[in-house]
């Protein structure tokens, strides 16, 4: 709602794909998966990680170019 009120028009989340429990509690918010940044960030062995990117719309521009 404070979002709402300040004018924001979407939230976004990045949680990192090996967290399963984080993402479905962004989602049980609300939250939609849009996408998967693969390899998005490196560890310092060397290890990449996938993030997944989440959504929440507040306002809806459906219809609108």
Do not use: F, L, S
């Given at each position: 709602?404070?979002?709402r009120r300040i004018g924001l028009h979407q939230l976004r989340g990045y949680v990192p794909t090996d967290?399963?429990?984080i993402i479905k509690a962004f989602e049980n918010l609300g939250f939609k998966h849009e996408f998967t940044h693969q390899d998005y960030a490196m560890l310092q062995d060397g290890h990449t990680l996938d993030v997944a990117e989440l959504v929440l719309y507040l306002v809806d521009h459906s219809g609108e170019f």
């Open positions: 709602d404070v979002a967290q399963p429990t």
